[in-house]
C-alpha cells in the first residue's frame, strides 16, 4: 500500500511563509497520479487547496490564488506547498491527497495524509 506522509505546518504570523510536504511513501511504486492539498477549519468542510498532475498541470482554490504555489518532484514521489502571504483565515489543518497509485502488487486510489495543522496569528 502507499501513505501520504505530511510534514511543514506550523504557526507563523499573518504576512509570513510555510511550506508543506508530502510524500507518497510505499514500496515498488510504479506511479503516482494527481496528488493535492485540502484543508479543513474547525466548523467548515474541508475545500481544496491545490492539486497537481504528474504531468505538471495544476489546479488552486480561489481564496489562495496568488499566494500559494503547488510544485512536484515526481522522481522523488513528493509534492510541496509553498504558502505565501499568509492570513489567519488560512489557519486549519492540511491534507495531503493522493488521487491513484500503482504498486507491483496493488492500485489503488483517494489515499489521504493525517493532516497537518497550520495556524496563522494576526
Known amino acids: 500500500q502507499v501513505q501520504a506522509v505530511e510534514s511543514g505546518g506550523g504557526l507563523v504570523q499573518a504576512g509570513g511563509s510555510l511550506r508543506l510536504s508530502c510524500v507518497a511513501s510505499g514500496r515498488s511504486i510504479f506511479s503516482i497520479g494527481a496528488m493535492g492539498w485540502y484543508r479543513q477549519a474547525p466548523g467548515r468542510q474541508r475545500e481544496l487547496v491545490a492539486t497537481?498532475?504528474?504531468?505538471?498541470?495544476?489546479e488552486y482554490g480561489d481564496s489562495v490564488k496568488g499566494r500559494f504555489t503547488i510544485s512536484r518532484v515526481n522522481a522523488k514521489n513528493t509534492i510541496y506547498l509553498q504558502m505565501n502571504s499568509l492570513k489567519p483565515e488560512d489557519t486549519a489543518v492540511y491534507y495531503c491527497?493522493?488521487?491513484?497509485?500503482?504498486?507491483?502488487?496493488?492500485?489503488?486510489?483517494?489515499?489521504w495524509g493525517q493532516g497537518t495543522q497550520v495556524t496563522v496569528s494576526s
Open positions: 491527497n493522493i488521487d491513484s497509485f500503482a504498486t507491483s502488487t496493488a492500485f489503488g486510489r483517494d489515499v
Open positions: 497537481i498532475t504528474s504531468g505538471d498541470s495544476t
